[in-house]
């Protein structure tokens, strides 16, 4: 089965930093796109920021200029740079890849497990 483990999460202060990952393993084909995406309590998810397979990237207005995603090609990995981080950057943040499996042409999401980042004094 795929899997995808994040890690990184964390208490951190207002303009503090914290780097989060996302690897994802298991019967691999093609890794299309990838993206974080957060839900704060009572907010619906949000796209925070993604990556295309020619390394094209977006970012949410909320998150421009302050965090950076980025991805490894040969790890299978994700990670999402937070700088300048505010306190209603406070959610949990999900990895999702698209991807196609070996023996099969179909696209499909995956999503990791989520991480709490905390931005509070």
């Known amino acids: 089965q795929v899997q995808l483990v994040e890690s990184g999460g964390g208490l951190v202060q207002p303009g503090g930093s914290l780097r989060l990952s996302c690897a994802a393993s298991?019967?691999?084909?093609?890794?299309?796109?990838m993206a974080w995406y957060r839900q704060a309590p009572g907010k619906e998810r949000e796209l925070v920021a993604a990556?295309?397979?020619?390394?094209?990237?977006n970012y949410s207005d909320s998150v421009k200029g302050r965090f950076t995603i980025s991805r490894d090609s040969a790890k299978n990995t994700v990670y999402l740079q937070m700088n300048s981080l505010k306190p209603e950057d406070t959610a949990v943040y999900y990895c999702k890849i698209t991807l196609t499996r070996l023996s099969s042409a179909y696209l499909r999401n995956y999503w990791g497990q989520g991480t709490q980042v905390t931005v509070s004094s």
């Open positions: 990556i295309t397979s020619g390394f094209d990237t």
């Open positions: 298991g019967p691999i084909s093609t890794i299309n796109a």
